[in-house]
């Protein structure tokens, strides 16, 4: 819808009701607006002067959405309706002094005015209005073209990177893989900011966080006996601290499903993303034998994830709490809004 102050009736009513139409009609609304309003107003005072006070407003609503043809419709009417009433013979609307051919000529070149004012102001408006569309699709195409450029960038990395895990075995492989799924949580975060369903900048988790998992599931077989669920309120989070929440769900789901179920014949991963009051809640779990040290510092005992995971947590500025245990490990990170 647009806005109020770039509505155009004749244009928004076309082709269903001609432009001349709409134009004559929207100018006969506003003079009976104003005359109604002048008729309330007279049997509240008990009648008065100034019987064209009315006109002015209402030529200026009528020339604004009904460009200049409305507007002088509005001042014909208007203009010659007072004069009835305020010249011998008098009517209803009488003033207390008569109003002579010559002041009425002066009120139409004051109406030429008023009208030729607003009809330069609506011009402006319009042409303002077409030059920020005007900008607007330039960005739109040019956002396009680096999604486009982004998508095949992203999609040669991860081609190099599966090339070369194909070729390898052991930690290098690992290593080559867990390279290949951060890039793809990346590139997912980029493909949910430009699909269009975020506010600028902003990504939708639930269907975010839903991809991500789906490939994570695919990516790690799991399947039979291991399961990955996922579920996310209908929350925008920033682009910047969605791609870091999901690097950070990439490596707790990842770390979990290599070794949180060693010696066991299946479980159950779990990721939630919900809003609390000030904020968001991220919760990774598991029913596994437990990780006492994913989240230990950093050191030379200590895999890559584990030691990227307190630094994506404070680029998405959260803070990280885990609770380990023979029954399985949960990860909850509180974020701010």
Same mark, same amino acid.
């Given at each position: 819808m647009p806005r109020l102050g770039e509505l155009d009736l004749p244009n928004r009513l076309a082709p269903a009701i001609p432009r001349g139409a709409t134009q004559f009609g929207f100018g006969v609304l506003c003079s009976s607006s104003a005359i109604l309003v002048r008729t309330v107003l !007279?049997?509240? %005072?008990? &009648?008065? &002067?100034?019987?064209?006070?009315?006109?002015?407003?209402?030529?200026?609503?009528? %020339?604004?959405?009904?460009?200049?043809?409305?507007?002088?419709?509005?001042?014909?009417?208007?203009?010659?309706?007072?004069w009835y009433y305020s010249v011998p013979p008098t009517g209803p609307f009488s003033a207390a002094s008569t109003v002579t051919p010559l002041t009425v000529a002066f009120i139409a070149v004051a109406a030429i005015a008023t009208i030729a004012i607003a009809e330069l102001f609506r011009r402006s408006v319009r042409r303002a209005?077409?030059?920020? !569309?005007?900008?607007?699709? !330039?960005r739109d195409l040019l956002l396009q073209e680096i999604d486009h450029r982004m998508k095949n960038?992203?999609?040669?990395?991860?081609s190099i990177l599966d090339i070369h895990r194909r070729r390898v075995s052991g930690e290098a492989a690992d290593a080559l893989g867990s390279a290949l799924y951060r890039v793809e949580s990346i590139a997912r975060a980029h493909r949910h900011l430009y699909r269009g369903t975020g506010q600028g900048d902003a990504v939708q988790m639930r269907a975010y966080l839903g991809d991500l998992c789906a490939a994570l599931a695919d990516a790690l077989l799991l399947r039979g006996g291991v399961t990955l669920a996922c579920s996310a309120d209908e929350v925008e989070v920033p682009r910047d601290r969605a791609v870091s929440i999901g690097l950070i769900v990439n490596e707790l789901v990842t770390n979990a499903a290599k070794h949180a179920f060693t010696g066991r014949a299946g479980g159950t991963i779990t990721v939630g993303f919900r809003r609390r009051p000030g904020?968001?809640?991220?919760?990774?779990?598991? !029913?596994?034998?437990g990780m006492p040290a994913m989240l230990a510092p950093a050191?030379?005992?200590?895999g890559l994830g584990s030691r990227l995971i307190p630094a994506f947590a404070r680029q998405a500025g959260g803070t990280i709490a885990t609770d380990t245990g023979p029954e399985g490990t949960t990860v909850t990170m509180d974020l701010p809004a």
């Open positions: !007279d049997g509240v %005072t008990a &009648g008065g &002067g100034a019987p064209f006070a009315l006109c002015f407003p209402a030529m200026m609503l009528a %020339t604004l959405f009904g460009r200049w043809q409305a507007g002088a419709v509005t001042a014909v009417l208007g203009i010659g309706y007072g209005t077409a030059e920020r !569309d005007r900008q607007i699709a !330039d960038n992203f999609a040669i990395v991860a904020g968001w809640t991220l919760i990774v779990s598991d !029913d596994g034998v050191g030379p005992d200590h």
